[in-house]
């Protein structure tokens, strides 16, 4: 009889072997591409939040001095401090990497080109581990593959905002400049207030001008509350008060770009004197007005306020007499507490003239 009994299957020994042979190489590229990949990604990450740092820490640096002028080498400089102290003392940072301008506003939302004139406001820096500054970063697996290394970059754009809103705790000056006076005039130049209610500007001309002091909150506020405010700034109360009398629209904050009254009182009180003297090479918010209504004899005016500038406190002389005087330059400053300007695509236009506030990552 034939033997019926199953015949043994047959050796699948060398199939798998073939097929391990053959599945070896994209298994090791997966890997490597798995944890060379995970590593790249660190150290792009590494790189990155230290772009971010340099970038809006140099930015501030472009804050102008108060005739406009720019210390770009100080730029510099805090860019590779931020980067030496978040990745290495010795790390590199090419001149070539560091780009400083004024952002073109056309292309502030998408791929920011930077133009070289204006008052620079923008920093744009590149960080990298590649064959041109400090060594590509070595993997690992990938080596089998024959890669044994691999640049990376990142790089980060920050901007100067304009400040275009004034909130509890902004520090201003209770004077007031004609907006048309303020315009023509560049950053540096000075004004006179003097306590006879004349205003002279740095060519030692009379101009529309203060005429006293400005009450920015209640009407009628005490010299108590004026000296608070131009040392300790503007409080919730002042907001509340133009808010109740329909002066502002928003309680929280004054919009540089909305109008609004304030009453006035000639003449510069002795009062004033030592909050003044206090504010002495510092910078204070002042508004700015176009019109103005009421008696400068009988002392009850009032300001229609259009705008507001940054200026600085140089001089002042207040003892309630003819001779009495403050002295202010028309000038940049760093105010954080500012809101900024919402839409940075748009003119500069209803913002606080010279004030800068937080910057800001773009890109």
Known sequence: MRDRSPSPPPSRRGTIAVLAAFLILPLLAMVAFAVD???LLKIRTDLQRAADAAALAAVQELVPAADGTQDLDKVRSKIREYLRLNMD???IILDSDIEIGQYDR???YSQVTLLDSGIFDTVRVTVRRDAQANLPVSLFFARVLGSESSGVTASATAVLQRGSAIPPGAMILPFAIWRDDWNNNNFGDTWSIYGDKKLIDSSKLPVAGNWGTVDIGPANNSTVALCDQITKGLIQNDLNALYADG???DSSQIEAKTP???NGDTGLS???NNAVAKAKGLKRIIPLFDTLTGSLAGGNLEFHIVGWGVVEVEESRLHGNKKSYVDVKKAYAYFGE??????LSAPPTDVIGGAITSPALVE
């Open 106 to 108: 056309t292309t502030i």
């Open 37 to 39: 990949y995970g590593y």
């Open 338 to 343: 500012l809101g900024p300007q919402k839409d």
């Open 270 to 272: 002795s009062g004033l």
């Open 260 to 262: 609004l009254s304030a």
């Open 89 to 91: 003392p010795t790390f």
């Open 247 to 249: 002066r502002i629209p």
